[in-house]
């Protein structure tokens, strides 16, 4: 393969959507950072891309915890060179109607996805301010628009827009956009576990939402990692601030 053009890191790259969007860019021909809670559980993605002739490197890193992005952050630019590539996709959910929402479920849930790309995309930014260029990107979601037991979830999602137009506005002047990919239902251990607590199977919960996807079928880690990797490359530089569903239909 030919010399990787940037770094990339990707959080919560251990699996699920993340996972195709690290295998993606570096299809795209950037050396990636598989980043996730647990370095053993990132080596899996990071080997199958250097086995695919890729250049890979995983990392073990809580995207919430400040002083572990610092010293993540600071340890892909001595491995692999300046990050200019930013993926905030990690990800929870701690569903609950609100009654029975408690604080730690609303916490944990602001902590991994508005706290976590917050910490992460300042942490990356001075390398990119440095390089006059970089490309961030942040997974929000359909239920930004709002969704019956994700009240923490929805809120964090719909943040994470304001935070991306925010970014957008502050960096461009570095050659830096920032822009949000938000899918609608894609196939992943996220809404298995969404299913279970509904208490239907999976496969009731898929055919149930597939009928309301003008499509006709269900989202896979692939259809949110091609919406990314558009985002990311070189020439997609004149586009900042947007907010990209990836739902298999409109959604406003
Ligand atoms: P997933 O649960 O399969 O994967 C999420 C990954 O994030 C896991 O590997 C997990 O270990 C990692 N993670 C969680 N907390 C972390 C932390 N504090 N630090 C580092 N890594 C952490 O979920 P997915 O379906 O692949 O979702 C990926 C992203 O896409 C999430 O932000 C999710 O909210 C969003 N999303 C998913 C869907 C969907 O239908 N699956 C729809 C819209 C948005």
Redesign the pocket.
Known sequence: MSTPQRVAIV??A?????EAVAHRLATDGHAVVV???LEKDCARVADAISAAGGVALAVG????DEAAVEAAVSEVADRLGPPTILVN????IRDNLLFKMSVSDWDQVMG??LR?SFLMSRAAQKFMVEAGFGRIVN?S???ALGNRGQANYAAAKAGIQGFTKTLALELGRFGITTNSVA????E????RATAERLGVSFEEFRDTLVSNIPVGRPGA?EDVAAAVSFFAREDAGFVSGQVLYVAGGPLN
């Open positions: 959080t919560g251990a699996r699920g959507i993340g980043l996730d809670l890193a809580d995207v919430s996709n990690a990800g929870i991994v996805h976590g997974v979601s359909s239920s899918p609608g239902f894609i992943s251990d996220m809404t880690p």
